[in-house]
């Protein structure tokens, strides 16, 4: 079972990278706010994949210890700490030197890249796990 898990866990990972790498560079087209220096290609994948990762891990754990709840509970904890995690990107100090005008659009573009590891986990699942 771990070895779906992970398997999972690394595709969704890196499926939410690439969406996080996609969406950055539409929201820099539309918005020309650049932060490319505090949330960069590198820290995109590396995030995506510790989330993917994290929940590979979760995911075999809680089937291992609550058997037919497992993944309920998972999927709750999952989603839970999705929208905790928004208040790291709400809570970020800026650099000074960033454009004022810009400041403002920060949340914008990274608040979603938080929610795609568990939307890339939720929609693989089944390729990868069949009850």
């Known amino acids: 079972m771990f070895k779906k898990a992970l ?3 690394i595709v969704s990972g890196l499926l939410a990278g690439v969406a996080g790498i996609i969406y950055a560079r539409v929201y820099y087209s539309v918005n020309e706010a650049d932060f490319s220096k505090i949330v960069g290609t ?3 994948i590396a995030a995506s994949l510790f989330g993917g990762v994290l929940a590979a891990v979760g995911f075999t754990l809680l089937n291992k210890w609550l058997k037919d ?3 309920i509970v ?3 904890i999952f989603t839970i700490i999705s929208f ?3 208040l ?3 809570a970020y100090k800026l650099p000074l030197t960033m454009d004022p005008s810009d400041v403002a659009l920060f949340p914008g573009m990274v608040i979603p ?3 795609f590891p568990a939307l890339g986990w939720y929609t693989l ?3 990868f796990i069949k009850k």
């Open 7 to 9: 398997s999972l866990g």
């Open 88 to 90: 790291a990107p709400i």
């Open 69 to 71: 709840k497992g993944e």
């Open 74 to 76: 998972f999927n709750f």
């Open 84 to 86: 905790v995690s928004l």
């Open 42 to 44: 590198i820290k995109i």
């Open 125 to 127: 699942k089944p390729l």
């Open 113 to 115: 890249m938080h929610f």
